[in-house]
């Protein structure tokens, strides 16, 4: 754990401290910072650029700064040893006199981690809880977010002492500011047995009663200065990869644990993104919470919708986003800060993302995240720098978001805009009166004029005024806020979440090993033609003892259900039970089937656990049809991704192709593991002649600990991915495993790019994957053989691939001409600079220090440091005019294909295909499709069908782009190919 905690933060050398903590100041103060000795080159500007003046010789070490309008100002400077630095110093405007805690705009501060690493040795800084907590009082945030890492803070150990939470609670309610606790980090004591879960210290116990016990124990502690108690952190991903079940079932006893302590508390899981609302709701997942949480770091333009569709999901109750942001921005390798633009993109999305998500129906926003937080890849979050407290420009915005949202009544989406601009009107109580304030900014960045709507003062993002002279004013990407007060407006404060009342404290649980589990499509696999026992756990979390019985709905065939009575339940007790299930057999394709079981214990009322299960083959039987995937067995067919900084080779073995697996550490340190993911290319015209159920092969371990996740990955040409979990036990494993997974059990998930059309086209299968996931530092060799598409003797018959064999006759069809390859190489399109012409190659931004291209690793490497403009490089490798003329009914067909990977990226990045004149007129064009900001490898195609030849056509061209993007986008095995198909 320490490892881990270790990683969170960034240290970046030694910092003296302000005689304001963190160089934080009110307006009306003198800005008076402190320097390391021997500081040189020292410049100051604030968060637009412009210098600002001081007496180089007025202080020494004390750079003093006179009084500052509000805002924020960054002071760049190099040090006794030469090196550069960056500080921060912020003026905010005059706080708020009283916190409100039912404000809507709070921050995920977690001031556990930076004292809880300086209590174990990892982290040194001078500043104290209280430092940080008069901080945020001065930035009006009333309410935060915290973490209790329970395996280092086990409070139902009686002999615990350690205080340091006590600490950090008093700190904060010294300034009358509230906590909301997370929990985390099960001890090791009470963690799933190895033989279950290689996941076992991020997931909740397996036995509830200790997370019942632990939620009772927390609450009781901390009291009324922690008015709420979330669960766990994303249960349905880093917190365990949980089931819709189980997130259920840990929510209800974690929920019936805290009541007990605190019948007033505000309990709730919180979940990242969850997926299968309705599977949830199934499991009477709301009826035991009083809010419904998730998280959302998409970018601006994403978050409003995927806030509308998650919040229908809450069905009724208040909507909490304890993680807000727009994602992670770069940082420089030598300061380890963000660059300029970077900081100043990060503090003006804090106004437009939270005021999107407010208008979409949340209630509260916990912005992500209070202190520094660097990653391997040099990507961070932060507000304020673990080491000194110094604030990035994003603390300043978000205390002004803070202080006019205080008293908040309500906003809405305004619709009567000019054409580029967004904003939006809420209501809020602002020195006692009401008021209507208006946010506004200009999408693009460009200059827009509008009215300002009767407003009689404006301020930007950063509480500075804005001239509103003549009823008009210019928006730029800086939101503006415009006030208006007058009579008839009316305040009225937003509902606070209701007390909770439970409908049952039994709880059910299935206590299932995750070799069996597919978490991405929230089903466990039940083998057909197999009896087998599956533990359930039933919790009585009352103080009386209950008795009464189980009915269990299993649809075997025909819909069958049974009952297990005469249950006795003792006062605060976990029993298990035995279910015996034997599915007889397959039905149609193996869809997924619901496993619904119910308790009835008198008075309780009923206890509910629905759990979907995929009914699998754990062999082929006589029959089943087998069509292998030709060229399995030749290393050079297979491409090998995996996490940066790791190693992996790919070699023929003896019957097998084999994989070698050196990780290193993992790049994201929370998530805590390293991945890889060998993909060969598939060909349609190489599928069976019928419909498969499923893919099969099978995998042996040769070496190795630490492995924790095994899957399937089904590629489409767009790179919309199809993913299942296989299931799996280690000492089986190292014999050799067939693993037979059915097609209807694969999903697309929220890791891989979206599927526009939600279903798996095998006609558009590219390659398949077999990712799996791993401890950092692990060692591991595979072997792998015989992958191949497999339909049952059940529906063999039943299902003709009309669709699969039109295409591939199609195909054929079309092929009325041979295809020329054009040779085109990676390092084309990035030697040199440009010489103004694209008759070869070209790139767009030679001179620009935001953006660099060229070759890495053989591919071509794309990098922006800031969103500023868009970017390409080119290549023009064929003359038009040696374009093959079509025929009647024929089409010239142009294929520009290519790989993509993404990393970290923010904004766009594709190819295009285009036909241009000699005065580079552009006469016809096909763009790619945006992938995810951390997409793997994917494969491209475009294809550009020309009825006929332009005359006036030049050269075909091709272009990598990088807009309005941070990040970096990788280009690898480009390829153009020519030829004549029919219409």
């Not at 309008?69 to 912020?90: K, L, M, N, Q, T």
């Not at 790019?753 to 006609?763: A, F, Q, S, T, Y």
């Not at 520009?896 to 295009?912: C, D, I, M, P, V």
Request: with cysteine; hydrophobic share 40%.
């Amino acid at each position: 754990m320490r490892k881990l905690c270790a990683t969170l933060f960034c240290c970046l050398g030694a910092a003296v401290l302000s005689a304001a903590p963190g160089n934080v100041f009110v307006e009306g103060e003198t800005v008076a910072l402190a320097l390391p000795a021997g500081a040189t080159d020292i410049r100051v500007t604030d968060v637009d650029g412009k210098a600002c003046s001081f007496d180089p010789a007025a202080g020494g070490s004390v750079l003093r700064l006179g009084k500052l309008p509000a805002g924020f100002y960054r002071i760049e400077y190099r040090d006794g040893a030469g090196r550069p630095a960056v500080d921060g110093a912020a003026v905010l405007i005059r706080p708020v006199e009283k916190l409100n805690p039912a404000s809507p705009i709070a921050v995920d501060a977690a001031l556990f981690y930076p004292f809880y690493l300086r209590r174990i040795g990892s982290m040194k800084f001078d500043y104290t809880p209280g430092d940080v907590a008069g901080l945020l009082r001065k930035a009006n945030l009333g309410c935060v977010r915290e973490r209790i890492m329970w395996e280092a803070f086990d409070y139902l150990d009686p002999k615990h002492s350690d205080r340091l939470v006590d600490e950090l609670t008093a700190a904060y309610a010294e300034h009358g500011i509230e906590i909301v606790q997370s929990l985390y980090g099960t001890p090791e004591q009470d963690r799933y047995p190895a033989a279950l879960s290689a996941l076992g210290a991020k997931k909740p116990p397996l036995d509830l009663t200790k997370i019942h016990d632990y939620a009772k124990a927390v609450t009781a502690r901390f009291g009324k200065n922690m008015p709420a108690l979330e669960s766990w952190n994303e249960p349905e991903g880093i917190g365990g990869s949980l089931l819709s079940f189980e997130i259920a079932a840990v929510q209800k006893a974690a929920a019936l644990g805290a009541l007990r302590a605190n019948p007033a508390v505000i309990t709730f899981m919180g979940s990242g993104t969850p997926e299968h609302p309705a599977a949830l709701a199934e499991n009477r997942f709301n009826d035991y919470q009083n809010v419904f949480c998730f998280h959302s770091h998409s970018r601006l333009e994403d978050t409003a919708a995927r806030a509308a569709k998650l919040a229908a999901a809450a069905d009724g109750l208040p909507v909490w986003l304890t993680e807000v942001s727009t994602g992670s921005f770069p940082t420089d390798p030598e300061t380890g800060e963000f660059a300029p633009e970077a900081a100043r993109q990060q503090a003006l999305d804090i106004p437009k993302v939270c005021a999107a998500l407010l208008a979409e129906g949340a209630d509260r926003l916990f912005y992500f995240f209070l202190f520094n937080h660097t990653e391997v890849s040099g990507m961070s979050f932060g507000l304020l720098r673990h080491r000194d407290l110094s604030p990035r420009p994003g603390f300043v915005t978000l205390a002004v978001l803070a202080n006019y949202f205080q008293n908040f009544g309500g906003i809405r989406q305004l619709e009567e805009l000019p054409a580029g601009v967004t904003g939006y009107e809420a209501t809020i109580l602002l020195d006692g009166t009401p008021h209507r304030v208006r946010l506004l900014w200009s999408d693009s960045g460009k200059p827009v004029a509008v009215e300002t709507a009767q407003a009689q003062y404006a301020r930007d993002a950063f509480g500075r005024p804005v001239d509103i002279g003549g009823g008009k004013i210019v928006l730029t990407d800086m939101p503006v806020y415009l006030f208006r007060t007058a009579a008839g407006i009316e305040f009225v404060p937003m509902p606070v979440p209701e007390p909770l009342k439970a409908p049952s404290r039994v709880v059910l649980n299935l206590e299932l090993p995750d070799g069996i589990k597919n978490s991405a499509a929230d089903t466990f696999m039940l083998p057909v033609g197999e009896e087998r026992n599956y533990p359930l756990a039933v919790c009585n979390f009352s103080d009386a003892p209950l008795s009464g019985k189980i009915s269990v709905e299993f649809p075997n065939g025909e819909a069958d259900s049974f009952e297990l009575a005469g249950i006795e339940l003792p006062a605060d007790s976990r029993v298990v039970l035995p279910l015996r299930l034997r599915l007889d057999r397959l039905s149609g394709t193996a869809a997924p089937s619901r496993l619904v079981i119910r308790g009835n214990f008198g008075g309780e009322g009923e206890s509910v656990l629905v759990a979907n299960f995929t009914p699998v083959r754990t062999r082929l039987l006589p029959g089943d049809a087998e069509t292998p995937v030709p060229g399995w067995e030749k290393a050079g067919n297979w491409r090998k991704y995996l996490i940066k900084g790791s190693e992996m080779e790919i070699s023929a073995g003896d019957g097998d192709i084999r994989f070698d697996y050196r990780f290193q550490e993992a790049e994201n340190r929370v998530v805590g593991h390293v991945w890889a993911s060998p993909t060969m290319s598939l060909d349609v015209r190489d599928f069976p002649e019928y419909v498969p159920d499923a893919f099969a092969f099978e995998l042996r371990l040769l070496e190795g600990e630490g492995l924790e996740t095994l899957g399937l990955n089904l590629v489409e040409a767009d790179g919309a991915t199809y993913f299942a979990t296989l299931p799996f036990k280690t000492e089986e494993l190292r014999r050799g495993q067939t693993f037979i997974v059915p097609l209807s059990s694969m999903v697309n998930p929220n890791f891989r790019k979206k599927d526009m059309n939600g279903k798996l086209d095998l006609e558009k299968l590219t390659s398949f994957e077999l990712p799996l996931w791993a401890k950092p530092g692990s060692r591991l060799r595979f072997a792998v053989s015989n992958p191949r598409w497999v339909n049952y003797k059940e529906t063999k018959m039943k299902k003709l691939m009309s669709s699969l064999v039109a295409a591939t006759a199609l195909t054929a069809a079309n092929a009325a001409g041979p295809a020329r390859t054009v040779p085109v190489a990676n390092a084309d399109f990035a030697q040199a600079k440009a010489d103004g012409t694209p008759e070869k190659w070209g790139i767009s931004a030679n001179s620009d220090p935001n953006f660099s291209a060229k070759i890495e690793d053989g591919a071509l490497k794309l990098e922006a440091k800031s969103r500023t403009k868009w970017y390409s490089v080119y290549l023009a490798p064929a003359d038009v005019k040696a374009l093959p003329a079509p025929k009647e009914g024929e089409v010239c067909r142009i294929e520009f294909s290519y790989r993509q990977k993404n990393e970290g990226l923010k904004g766009h990045a594709f190819g295009t295909v285009e036909i241009r004149t000699g005065d580079h007129k552009r006469l016809a064009h096909k763009d790619g499709i945006d992938l995810a900001p951390d997409a793997d490898w994917t494969e491209r195609k475009l294809v550009l069908d020309l009825a006929e030849i332009p005359a006036d056509g030049k050269y075909i061209l091709l272009s990598f782009f990088l807009g309005d993007a941070t990040g970096t986008a990788r280009f690898d095995d480009v390829k153009l190919t020519v030829r004549t198909v029919k219409k």
